[in-house]
């Protein structure tokens, strides 16, 4: 029985990096990144996670990375197969909780696969640059929150590292009292743009413009 | 090589070393007092460190150079650190001998370089060249 | 009955697996020079890693997910990464520092030359890690390390004047031949050597691998509670035999047998016997505790199977690792590095691994998804945040007093 959520979720703070377990109880891998897939009606789609080095190493930032993806790639630049991750169809997974179940055992359960046409990581989601059409830079993607049914339906922009709300918009009283301010004050310019309001996204000039000039501040949404 | 003197004085390298010398006698006249109530291989072993430890200090601090002056305070804290290890030296041939009959002599002698050395410890710490001690 | 049985053993494997070499030395180096006037640096690093564990414990039961699973799902993986590399090689460099503790106690009882025993002492550690139960290492280790309880009663011997020994604990003060900054080195030193990182990515890992649940928490918060103080004060009773026996004679402490002399001059033979028992069970236990915690670091950061609970084929990879940091630290142990000052080093950098371990597990421990109802408290909170804080400026500060004083000297 495939996953269903009983509520909206965020994926980069419920799903990515979180831990991966089979039915045996054993550790599979983490989600290192997660498949989003283009649907004709313009929206996107939770199709899979996304494992192993290809979707794990380009999601470090950095110099160093970028000789370390290098690295990688010469040393096995024999392989076709190297740049495909390993593909976890949302349909093996059972659940979502601190971690996440599947519903098959860990055994040979990881395939690598071509992400194809209509398919992206999030990673690339994330990297877009958020503005509104008359040019309002609203930083970049820090998550997305998706539906019951793993559609995408929100975006929440601003400066700063993905994650770095670690979950205080979530819980208006969640605590330490200083970290949630810390963590307010850093954030107050973030905003949460609804699927609705997304004019147009680019994945090759990695934009993504918002109609509403003046969307809703984060802390100003209900939880 | 040897190393240049210290930024910060001669006597800040000089009495780090003694305070090492220092440790490594007072360790072993511990350990030779305690005789019976140690463990043949801990009396050993323990003679054996201190001995290390003070001969290191002693080379370490004749390898510095001293700055201009000071050399008589060179010599005197020198010669004191060498004595001091020659008695960790017989001091752990008694101990891996099991020369038990040595021991109160050779802690007489171990007193003695302790109480020189302490002598230079303070009057270096109060900022003497270690020429006086 | 067997409630009551469970909790003593876990509170007495507590105490006994408290101290390692880092304790053993930097207690008794700091006890030597500046008598108990640094006993408070002990007591925050005990009440900080008892904040620590508690959280991490709880966060074990509550949601099955160990420390490093943690870092990088809250600071993502380019800061989990960076923090990877920092905690593996505090945890490998404290792992070679015990291996040589290891060594060194073997060599007091046996007179055999240190430089011939470690690689015997690394490839049984290894073993250990590879063959013996979970279990093993933590209760019959744990016990054993009680051995060092003769410390307490070495220094009831020594019948001091407790009540100025007091005086010198409560109140700040440094003995008169001693600088602030060397003093302030030494209490960050001591700082580390109780509130070990890799004492909690065991603790942690080891409450996922015994499978707690929540009906777990009340046993480990004893076990907590009771057991890492009681282990803090075998820590002090070290620093104040120091204090009142090396003190004296101007020995600083440099090497192990100084640190067993105070035992050989109060309880003669017999306890000094006891407390070798006690070096060679405390150091081979955190041998194994950091060995172990080198292989949950990496494997929880890639989401590998680790653990001793499921058979050696099914960890391969975990295994791997842990035979690869034996090579590693059999082969810095080759250069005949001084084990003592390997201690000195990992004491002093384990505060730096500290602060980015210790903030994803603040942040997990309030959230509800994760938790459920057992959340922080406000106290536990203001104590967490307090120790955040602490933990960030002695991380901060390590490094330059460690070389503005030359590493204490």
């Known amino acids: ?34 498949e989003v897939t283009d649907l004709p009606d313009g ?181 | 090589m040897p190393r240049t003197p210290d930024g910060g004085g001669w006597h800040t390298d000089a009495s780090r070393y003694a305070g090492e010398e220092l440790a490594a006698v007072g360790t072993s006249i511990l350990a030779l007092r305690q005789d019976d109530d140690l463990y043949g291989p801990y009396l050993r072993v323990s003679t054996a460190k201190a001995e290390k430890s003070g001969s290191r200090a002693a080379d370490e601090l004749t390898s510095v150079q001293p700055p201009d002056g000071a050399r008589d305070g060179y010599d005197n804290v020198t010669t004191a650190l060498e004595d001091a290890s020659d008695v960790l030296t017989d001091v752990r041939l008694a101990a891996w001998e099991g020369n038990t009959a040595s021991y109160p002599a050779l802690l007489q002698r171990l007193e003695k370089v302790r109480d020189r050395l302490e002598q230079i410890v303070q009057s270096l710490q109060q900022g003497s060249d270690g020429s006086t001690a | 009955m067997k409630r009551v049985l469970s909790m003593a053993l876990g509170i007495l494997t507590a105490i006994g697996g408290f101290v390692d070499i880092g304790d053993l030395v930097t207690n008794a180096q700091a006890g030597a020079r500046f008598g108990l006037s640094l006993t408070w640096a002990t007591v925050a690093g005990v009440v900080g890693i008892c904040v620590f564990a508690e959280m991490s414990g709880r966060i074990a039961a509550v949601s099955g997910r160990a420390t490093f699973d943690l870092v990088r799902e809250r600071l993502g993986p380019g800061m989990g990464l960076v923090n990877l590399l920092g905690s593996m090689g505090v945890s490998l460099l404290t792992y070679v520092a015990e291996i040589g503790g290891v060594a060194l106690a073997v060599e007091l009882i046996s007179s055999v030359d240190y430089m011939l025993l470690f690689p015997i002492v690394g490839v049984v550690v290894w073993l250990v890690l590879w063959r013996a139960s979970f279990s093993f290492i933590e209760n019959a280790l744990g016990l054993l390390g009680l051995a060092l309880g003769v410390f307490v009663v070495a220094l009831f011997k020594l019948g001091p004047d407790w009540s100025h020994l007091a005086h010198q604990a409560v109140t700040v003060g440094k003995p008169s031949d001693e600088s602030w900054p060397t003093w302030s080195y030494y209490a960050v030193a001591l700082f580390g050597a109780a509130m070990t990182p890799f004492e909690v990515f065991f603790f942690s890992s080891g409450g996922v691998e015994e499978r707690w649940s929540a009906k777990d928490i009340p046993l480990m918060r004893s076990n907590v509670i009771i057991g890492f103080p009681l282990g803090g004060m075998l820590s002090i009773s070290i620093a104040a035999c120091a204090a009142l026996v090396l003190g004296p004679l101007d020995i600083s402490v440099s090497s192990l047998d100084q640190v067993g002399l105070p035992i050989a001059v109060t309880l003669g ?130 490094v330059p007093l460690m070389i503005w004083t030359h590493m204490g000297s």
């Open chain 1, 1 to 34: 029985m495939p996953f269903q959520p009983d509520a909206p979720y965020d994926a980069v703070l419920r799903v990515l990096d979180r831990q991966v377990i089979g039915t045996d109880d054993l550790n599979v891998c983490k989600v290192d990144d997660i």
């Open chain 3, 269 to 398: 033979k017999l306890g000094l016997g006891i407390a070798l028992l006690g070096f060679v069970a405390a150091t081979f236990g955190a041998a194994c505790e950091t060995g172990l915690s080198v292989g949950y670091s990496i494997a929880q950061y890639f989401g590998w199977q680790w653990g001793k609970l499921v058979r050696t084929d099914v960890a391969a990879r975990f295994h791997a690792v842990l035979l690869g940091a034996s090579l590693v630290a059999l082969g810095l142990l080759a250069t005949a590095a001084d084990p003592v000052t390997i201690t000195e080093l990992s004491v002093v950098f384990s505060t730096i691994a500290l602060p980015l371990t210790y903030f994803p597990i603040l942040v997990v421990a309030n959230d509800r998804d994760y938790m459920g109802t057992h959340v922080n408290g406000p106290l536990l909170n203001a104590l967490g945040v307090f120790f955040l804080v602490v933990v960030t400026v002695v991380a901060v500060a390590a």
């Open chain 1, 43 to 223: 929206s996107l789609q939770v199709t899979a996670l996304l494992a192993g080095t290809p979707a794990l190493l380009p999601r470090l930032a950095g110099r160093p990375t970028r000789w370390m993806l290098g690295f990688w790639e010469r040393m096995g630049a024999e392989q076709a197969d190297r740049h495909r991750p390993y593909r976890i169809p949302l349909e093996l997974v059972d659940d979502i909780g601190t971690d996440v179940r599947l519903n098959v055992p860990k055994l040979d359960v990881l395939e690598r696969a071509d992400l194809g046409p209509g398919r992206h990581p999030l990673r690339q989601l994330l990297a877009l640059q958020v503005h509104s059409h008359l040019g309002d830079d609203f930083g970049h993607a820090l998550d997305v929150r998706v539906d019951e049914r793993h559609r995408i339906i929100g975006v929440i922009a601003g400066a700063g590292r993905p994650g770095s709300l670690l979950g205080y918009d979530r819980h208006p009283t969640q605590g330490p009292a200083v970290l949630r301010w810390a963590v307010g004050f850093l954030h107050r310019h973030t905003v949460y743009i609804p699927w609705e309001d997304v004019e147009d996204l680019s994945w090759e000039t990695s934009a993504l413009v918002t109609s509403n000039p003046s969307p809703t501040a984060l802390r100003e949404l209900p939880a």
